[in-house]
């Protein structure tokens, strides 16, 4: 009889403890652009479900998102807005109809109180900040601090995630610093202007073909071979997202090339040493 109810005992509090852990609901997070997916599942792991509000393979500059895709909204807990145009028009300003519930937590603002935004000019800021580890560092702490709010019972363990990717990229920050430290020429050439962030932090110097999100004009173009032409600048960056047939006109008249480079790679850290080595490689 005794043994039958320690049996009984031990079966009850396996159940509790099953029921209550490892088959609670995950929470649900909508992300405005890839690169946050690797952020947010770093710090909570298996405790979060991740949606991407803007799918891989499309610009963050103007993707115009369906009605049928803003229902992500309308099971998310919480929205991470990272600010890029397309979230700024198409995205955030709908989040509250599909889910008046939701908790909005605008990433790019809360980053800007800390580490001011670059401005393409003055009162035009430059909204690609994820491509910034110290301003992405700062994004892991108010991702750990929001979710602890709505999951208070594995606070501790949101912390740990956060500190240990923290950890990671602070690490993959110096050897890059180190390794683009000595390079040759500090200056390159991207169609896109989405680099300027990775160039201030690495000592670089982006010069952008497309200006204002339009192509560049004839004026703009004759400036920007005669500058390669002085650095012996040779090859042209490009995102896979933003199709320009001007970037390959400036190869070409450079006797140069065209190179892709991805600044919206899911999995940032290996991404950002990825990025190193290719700038590394072509501007030796």
Do not use: C
Not at 3 to 19: A, G, N, R
Not at 102 to 111: A, G, M, T
Not at 232 to 257: H, M, P, R, T, W
């Amino acid at each position: 009889m005794k043994k039958s109810l320690v049996l009984i005992t031990l079966f009850l509090i396996f159940t509790f403890f099953f029921s209550t852990q490892s088959f609670a609901s995950p929470i649900q997070v909508a992300v405005s652009i890839v690169p946050q997916a690797s952020f947010v599942k770093a710090v909570g792991g298996d405790l979060v479900k991740v949606v991407t509000m803007i799918p891989p393979g499309n610009s963050p500059a103007n993707y115009a998102l369906s009605p049928g895709e803003l229902t992500k909204f309308s099971d998310s807990q919480i929205y991470f807005s990272m600010g890029v145009p397309a979230d700024l028009t198409n995205i955030l300003p709908r989040a509250k109809e599909f889910n008046p519930n939701i908790k909005v937590i605008k990433l790019f603002e809360e980053v800007n109180a800390i580490y001011p935004d670059r401005e393409f000019a003055p009162g035009k800021r430059d909204p690609h900040i994820w491509l910034s580890p110290k301003r992405v560092i700062a994004m892991i702490d108010i991702i750990a601090n929001n979710l602890a709010k709505l999951d208070p019972t594995n606070k501790d363990q949101y912390q740990q995630n956060a500190l240990e990717y923290q950890k990671k990229l602070t690490e993959a920050d110096q050897k890059i610093k180190a390794s683009l430290n000595n390079l040759k020429s500090k200056t390159f050439i991207v169609y896109h202007p989405a680099f300027g962030y990775f160039a201030d932090e690495y000592g670089l110097e982006m010069l952008a073909i497309e200006q204002g999100g339009k192509e560049a004009t004839p004026q703009r173009m004759q400036q920007i071979i005669k500058i390669a032409q002085q650095k012996n600048i040779k090859v042209i960056f490009y995102q896979a997202e933003i199709d320009s047939k001007q970037s390959q006109s400036v190869a070409e008249e450079l006797d140069g090339k065209t190179v892709q480079i991805d600044p919206l790679a899911e999995d940032y850290i290996a991404n950002l040493k990825k990025m190193a080595a290719t700038f590394k490689s072509l501007l030796n």
